[in-house]
């Protein structure tokens, strides 16, 4: 019959006991994983129209519909900013990484989260027009990560809850920019 030391003996039930709570708890305890939403929209104008109107990055109140003011600073350039205030309530304060007129896109990052405004707690987002036919398309793409990234975030603080207001706010945007670039209504 072998004999087992104690040091072994110890060793083996503290690895049998760390092997228990990584498989039971290990899955609950990790934390959000990146969302992502991508909206487009076809716009009966050509790419340069559509650009002169979403192209100027503070400029998002003359076309979003749910947005009551935008003030900027520092234009288009990198490191510019701007502070949207939404007409439901919440501020989304903004700033822009790259903009590149010749491909007409720019991206940006929530610079403070405001769970008001939308129930995330980052993002950041690239919008981009590029020639569709005789017309444009309009692509918004965000990556983001729930209000609550605690491992078991309230439900109006979820994945699920951040996605639905993403994708709400993205696709009321391309829909008030088509609008308004098309001529049939403004925001």
Do not use: C
Request: net charge neutral.
């Amino acid at each position: 019959m072998r004999l087992v030391t104690r040091s072994a003996f110890l060793a083996l039930i503290a690895g049998v006991a760390l092997a228990h709570i990584a498989a039971t708890h290990g899955a609950l305890a990790h934390g959000p994983t990146p969302q992502k939403v991508d909206q487009s929209i076809t716009i009966a104008a050509k790419p340069d129209a559509v650009w002169a109107v979403v192209g100027d990055f503070a400029g998002i109140g003359t076309w979003h519909p749910a947005v009551a003011r935008s003030e900027g600073q520092g234009g288009n350039a990198s490191d510019g900013r701007r502070r949207v205030t939404l007409k439901a309530g919440g501020t989304l304060d903004e700033g822009l990484d790259e903009w590149d007129a010749a491909k007409r896109t720019y991206s940006y990052r929530l610079s403070d989260a405001d769970l008001k405004a939308l129930p995330v707690s980052s993002y950041s987002a690239t919008l981009t027009v590029t020639p569709d036919g005789d017309g444009s398309k309009v692509e918004w793409i965000g990556r983001f990560y729930r209000g609550d990234t605690g491992n078991e975030p309230p439900e109006d603080l979820s994945d699920a809850a951040g996605k639905a207001a993403m994708n709400r706010y993205f696709g009321d945007g391309l829909k008030g920019l088509k609008a308004l670039v098309e001529g049939k209504v403004t925001p």
